[in-house]
């Protein structure tokens, strides 16, 4: 009765923490024995074809010319969902490794968060400084409430 009213994941003793709803993964298009695939970003419970946050890309698997790649990708917005905490899919993995050279832009390192960023480190004096400010600003406070003796 008690796994009625809990997840699966936590009767089954698996830990949830950690894993993101939002994933990137291919959406299948085309016709009968003609794939086109999207790269979408989506929450990880919708289906295949169904709702998807934003179209960030396309892959045709059989290009009508071979010496174009059939894989093209907004590196921009695959770096904002990736930074976000999006988890790609193996083969949206496997494409980016093996279109690697055609789109050297793209990491296949997760980015930062947001706010998150390598900013310059600020030196430790500015906050030395403030000390004597707050001791300069409770100053008057304390004169205040010695006149009031």
Do not use: Q
């Not at 291919?26 to 998807?52: C, M, N």
């Not at 009508?64 to 949206?92: C, H, Q, V, Y």
């Not at 093996?98 to 600020?122: N, R, T």
Request: net charge positive; glycine share 8%; proline share 9%.
């Amino acid at each position: 009765m008690l796994g009625f009213f809990l997840s699966p994941a936590v009767f089954h003793g698996v830990s949830t923490e950690g894993h993101m709803a939002v994933h990137i993964r291919l959406s299948r298009a085309g016709t009968k024995k003609r794939p086109f695939y999207r790269l979408v970003v989506t929450d990880h419970r919708s289906p295949r074809g169904g709702k998807f946050l934003e179209n960030i890309g396309t892959f045709n698997p059989s290009p009508a010319n071979k010496e174009e790649s059939g894989f093209k990708i907004n590196a921009d917005r695959l770096a904002f969902w990736r930074g976000r905490g999006a988890l790609p899919s193996a083969t949206i993995m496997g494409l980016l490794k093996k279109y690697k050279k055609a789109f050297p832009e793209i990491s296949l390192a997760p980015a930062l968060p947001v706010g998150k960023a390598s900013a310059p480190k600020k030196a430790a004096a500015p906050k030395a400084e403030k000390a004597p400010a707050k001791a300069a600003a409770a100053a008057p406070a304390k004169k205040a409430a010695a006149a009031k003796k």
